[in-house]
């Protein structure tokens, strides 16, 4: 099946700095690319979702300056999580939709850990 | 909008049948998943049904879809210690883009 990585798997850092993390295709074209976050013990929250080339449309509460997402070619897509706090601790999954066809599967990445201290 | 419910957890033995129930709200859903996450690590899609279909069997596994109740199951039949895993439901409708997941479950199998 399509394969989606991210980088990194895990990372920690200092409050008020950004982390960005990358998602990428690795062996399709995504057209569409979502980011999702995982609470401990809750299900995956759509925070947006971007398409190639365009600006990314976020879901109602995600603050849209805070969480920067790039989709600047068709195998990357990036989310910047900027000025970070310790709220925004959380697992990042991100998942990408190859063609344009009806059927919504999306391969999903093995998801980023953020720690903030 | 679109609200799936599943429950929390879910213990069976080793060689056992588990069935992980789901309910959705939306009855205009196209599209209705499985997905299975190991600890520590993204999505897996396992099965999925349109909404025309009652029912999907592949290998171990078969989906029930009752479109009247709004009710999605998954079955897995001879349970293994692998299969230990949170369990996803999933729909989506309209738009074809956005998915709507449950709150997962959390199979145990016992060996």
């Known amino acids: 099946g399509a394969v989606v990585s991210q980088h990194p798997s895990r990372v920690i850092c200092k409050s008020g700095t950004s982390v960005k993390i990358e998602c990428r295709s690795l062996?399709?074209?995504?057209?569409?690319m979502f980011w999702y976050r995982q609470f401990p013990k809750q299900s995956l929250m759509l925070m947006a979702t971007s398409n190639e080339g365009s600006k990314a449309t976020y879901e109602q509460g995600v603050e849209k300056d805070k969480f920067l997402i790039n989709h600047a070619s068709l195998t990357l897509s990036t989310l910047t999580v900027t000025s970070a706090h310790p709220e925004d601790s959380s697992f990042y999954i991100c998942?990408?939709?190859?063609?344009?066809?009806?059927?919504?599967?999306?391969?999903f990445g093995p998801g980023t850990r953020l720690t903030v201290l | 909008g679109e609200d799936v419910e599943q429950s929390l957890f879910l213990s069976v033995r080793e060689g056992d049948s588990s069935v992980i129930n789901c309910t959705y709200t939306d009855s205009s859903s196209t599209y209705l998943y499985w997905y299975k996450q190991e600890p520590g690590a993204g999505l897996q899609l396992l099965t999925y049904?349109?909404?025309?279909?009652d029912m999907k069997q592949d290998q171990r596994l078969t989906v029930l879809l009752n479109k009247k109740d709004k009710h999605l199951s998954l079955r897995i039949a001879d349970t293994q210690t692998g299969d230990s895993a949170i369990y996803f439901c999933?729909?989506?409708?309209?738009?074809?883009?956005?998915?709507?997941f449950g709150i997962g479950t959390k199979l145990q199998v016992i060996p």
């Open positions: 049904i349109f909404s025309n279909m």
């Open positions: 998942s990408a939709k190859t063609g344009a066809d009806s059927f919504n599967e999306q391969f």
């Open positions: 062996d399709f074209q995504a057209t569409t």
């Open positions: 999933a729909v989506s409708s309209g738009g074809y883009q956005k998915v709507t």
